[in-house]
């Protein structure tokens, strides 16, 4: 079975400073990876995935994530944080090989970026 | 190009009614999902189409809920007898293919209120 555990319900962050937003899997072979961002009132909203080779992923809107088999995790990251980037965010995993085809997500982090 | 959409964005229906939430994929996205995210549940799978079948509906939480896909495009969503336990937001999403590596794209939801 395929698990996320995303530890902190609420992150908060100085505008210009780094952040990270934990997410850790559990699946029984290899993960696919994904992070997702929702805005108030919106859907999903894709920012990367890591699939397979290089453990730094560069995603959208200046984010990084990266992939750590030995502590099952795959972090969020952004250097400089914007007030824009306030929002709900969302890990995500899907196990292969395996059947299933639909992500297993995290419970979500809101991110709150302060002015 | 044009994303997911979803019809209605708010429904809003009284416990007993029978409600039908409309998806409209990605042109050409073969594979699509819908999940249902709550305040406590986090987001949940429902089910899942491959084309005009759906090989995966082991998240439909009772009998009430069904869901159709015509033409490889358009799916609905059905809940009959709703209860209020029902209040959620309803996500749809699709991917090219069945691809597990394949990224899901997201409609906007609709937030359904059953008083």
């Known amino acids: 079975a395929q698990s996320v555990a995303q530890p902190e319900d609420q992150v908060n962050v100085a505008e210009g400073n780094p952040l990270t937003v934990k997410c850790t899997y559990s699946v029984s072979g290899n993960p696919y990876l994904f992070w997702y961002v929702q805005y108030p009132n919106r859907g999903l909203q894709f920012l990367l995935k890591y699939i397979t080779g290089d453990n730094l992923v560069k995603g959208s809107y200046g984010f990084e994530a990266e992939f750590n088999k030995s502590q099952t995790s795959f972090h969020l990251k952004k250097p400089s944080a914007l007030v824009s980037d306030s929002a709900l965010y969302f890990c995500?995993?899907?196990?292969?090989?395996?059947?299933?085809?639909?992500?297993?997500f995290g419970s979500g982090t809101q991110l709150t970026v302060l002015p | 190009g044009a994303g997911v959409s979803q019809s209605p964005s708010n429904k809003v229906t009284e416990k007993g009614k029978d409600v039908e939430l409309r998806c409209d994929p990605i042109?050409?996205?073969?594979?699509l999902y819908w999940y249902r995210q709550s305040l406590g549940q986090g987001l949940e799978f429902l089910i899942y189409?491959?084309?005009?079948?759906?090989?995966?509906k082991s998240g439909l939480p009772s009998d009430r809920f069904s869901a159709e896909r015509t033409g490889g495009s358009v799916s609905t969503l059905t809940i009959q007898r709703t209860q209020q336990e029902d209040s959620a937001v309803y996500l749809c999403?699709?991917?090219?293919?069945?691809?597990?590596?394949?990224?899901?794209?997201f409609g906007p939801g609709t937030r359904l209120l059953v008083l």
């Open positions: 042109s050409g996205h073969t594979a």
């Open positions: 189409f491959q084309g005009n079948s759906a090989p995966d």
């Open positions: 995500a995993v899907r196990e292969t090989p395996g059947s299933a085809r639909q992500l297993t």
């Open positions: 999403a699709s991917s090219p293919g069945p691809v597990s590596q394949e990224t899901q794209y």
